[in-house]
């Protein structure tokens, strides 16, 4: 909403959101105008003002901008609570689903199914669910847990549909050890001697100690270390370490290029090699 209007105040000099009219034509439209988006990368819009027609364009990339850090926040959030080498499907509304770029930075999650519900799921789920929550005249159910349904009945709603987890991307040369650790603009070595990463790692170590967004970060999170002619990380934590978006099991082997994220929405290192241009 804020976005679309933005592009009209931008491209109109018109801003739907100071009147409560045109703010209400512009909540009603924007499901159509982002289903078009999904069709066309450029998709004319429209809105009545004071008896005229104010017109702008709106593109999937503005779109794909606007909705980019929720994405990144749902995609994070599926990150933490996958188990590593188990399979996860996440469930996506119809609503949801038509927000561009969503389901795709979802789908790069790896390991995770998609499956995108139809566009009645909520009203079946409540139907299915009749008998539970259906209260007796003159009296109230309180209801705080739903029957688990024997099986997905698709005559109500519509069939889910399942995508399966992105192909992976055909492989390249093989990828460089890395040789340091980038947090901003200083790059730590890797060496044999473990570099211990957290709030306050243990004195008397190779310590690299992290200040500021330090939610969900251990005192001694993480450590990196050069063994066998690789570059591992191993996660400490509480919270887990997720390299690339996927959370360590343990240990994990590093190549030159890798991000590695420690806390939410967490601090982020790269993982480089020297002599890299």
Known sequence: MRGAGEAFVKQARFDPLHDAATEQALYDRLPGWLQALERADVQAVALPAAGRQVETELTRGQVEAWTARFADELQQQVSVLKQAGEPTSVLVSAHAARLPGLVARLRAVRGVEVALLPLHAAAAGALRAKDAVRSAPGALRFVTRLPRPEAPDASVGGAVVVLPPAAKPAPGPPARRPTHLLLGTVAHAITAEPLMVGTAPPPGTRRLPLAGE????????????????????????????????????????????????????????????????
């Open 214 to 277: 330090t939610a969900g970060v251990s005192r001694t999170h993480c450590s990196f270390f050069e063994s066998a002619g690789q570059a591992m990380v191993e996660d400490l934590s509480s919270w887990g370490t997720f390299v690339n978006g996927e959370r360590v099991a343990g240990r994990a082997v590093l190549a030159a290029g890798d991000r590695v994220r420690v806390g939410s929405p967490g601090i982020e290192l790269v993982l480089i090699a020297s002599g890299e241009d």
